[in-house]
């Protein structure tokens, strides 16, 4: 569970309160005097106001705990975020607080025409988060397996991959989070040429989408950088394409302004350097 530790002595630190709770722990986020913490694998019961019957479940978990008095943290509220959470973004604008979470989930479900189909999802949840309370917000299903999720002050950047394709490409989608309350809206979505590894291979530069993409496994391809128009978040343009590195695995990435580096590497780690100006266009030093 929660555990608040005293460093007032840094000679002799203590837990000076707890706040039990089942799960494994995946991120945490303090406001004022709350803790919100995101869980997965947590198992119970559960019963709304509207249903008395209590409903088993099993799946992500947020918990507002309150430490206003750190001996005595106790749990506030829960919220439900099924699947399995990948990874989340806590967004302020003054006294407004949203946290926005992305989960995947493998198994039966129902779709948009309330019919019964078996695979994998993504959906990302939103939550405004005041004093405590959690309130619902907005939810946008994706479909798909998330891969990872990068954020901006007004943007999701969640790159999603299905894996029966024998060449794995990644399609990211934008998502729009400027109302600071909370409530998103889906934008365009665009499927790249190859496979998204991690966050830091997305980027959005003002209204330019910078993406970066290699091989799911193996070093038989090549990577790719590519740039989009997304001053329309609902309308994605690509701009420019450019390859680098045939053969080799894409390792590390650094976007730098107007400039993109890269490592990539085989028995031995090239370093390249590109120029992204303000318009999109691609340019290898």
């Known amino acids: 569970g929660l555990q608040i530790v005293n460093f007032a002595d840094v000679e002799r630190p203590f837990i000076e309160g707890r706040a039990a709770m089942t799960g494994y722990p995946v991120e945490m986020y303090v406001v004022e005097d709350h803790a919100y913490v995101l869980l997965n694998h947590w198992r119970g019961y559960w019963r709304s106001n509207h249903d008395t019957r209590p409903e088993r479940y099993e799946g992500g978990l947020l918990v507002s705990v309150n430490i206003e008095d750190p001996s005595n943290p106790y749990v506030v509220e829960k919220a439900r975020i099924p699947g399995h959470v990948q990874a989340s973004r806590l967004t302020r604008a003054g006294d407004t607080v949203a946290l926005y979470a992305a989960a995947s989930w493998w198994g039966e479900y129902i779709n948009d025409d309330n019919e019964r189909e078996h695979g994998s999802f993504?959906?990302?949840?939103?939550?405004?988060?005041?004093?405590?309370?959690?309130?619902?917000?907005?939810?946008?299903?994706?479909?798909?397996?998330?891969?990872?999720?990068?954020?901006?002050?007004?943007?999701?950047?969640?790159?999603?991959?299905?894996?029966?394709?024998?060449?794995?490409?990644?399609?990211?989608?934008?998502?729009?989070?400027?109302?600071?309350?909370?409530?998103?809206?889906?934008?365009?979505?665009?499927?790249?040429?190859?496979?998204?590894?991690?966050?830091?291979?997305?980027?959005?530069?003002?209204?330019?989408?910078?993406?970066?993409?290699?091989?799911?496994?193996?070093?038989?391809?090549?990577?790719?950088?590519?740039?989009?128009?997304?001053?329309?978040?609902?309308?994605?343009?690509?701009?420019?394409?450019?390859?680098?590195?045939?053969?080799?695995?894409?390792?590390?990435?650094?976007?730098?302004?107007?400039?993109?580096?890269?490592?990539?590497?085989?028995?031995?780690?090239?370093?390249?350097?590109?120029?992204?100006?303000?318009?999109?266009?691609?340019?290898?030093?």
């Open 122 to 285: 993504t959906y990302v949840k939103s939550f405004g988060l005041t004093g405590g309370d959690i309130q619902a917000r907005s939810e946008i299903n994706l479909g798909g397996y998330v891969g990872d999720i990068q954020a901006t002050p007004d943007a999701l950047l969640v790159s999603r991959l299905d894996w029966n394709h024998r060449t794995p490409k990644s399609t990211i989608s934008l998502i729009d989070i400027s109302n600071p309350d909370g409530t998103m809206t889906e934008g365009d979505e665009v499927e790249v040429l190859g496979y998204v590894a991690n966050k830091y291979n997305m980027d959005l530069d003002g209204d330019i989408l910078r993406v970066v993409s290699g091989a799911a496994w193996g070093n038989t391809r090549t990577n790719h950088l590519q740039t989009y128009d997304a001053s329309d978040f609902r309308n994605l343009v690509e701009i420019d394409h450019a390859t680098f590195g045939d053969g080799e695995n894409l390792f590390a990435t650094l976007f730098m302004g107007e400039k993109a580096f890269f490592v990539t590497y085989l028995q031995v780690d090239p370093f390249h350097a590109f120029h992204i100006d303000t318009e999109g266009i691609i340019t290898e030093k």
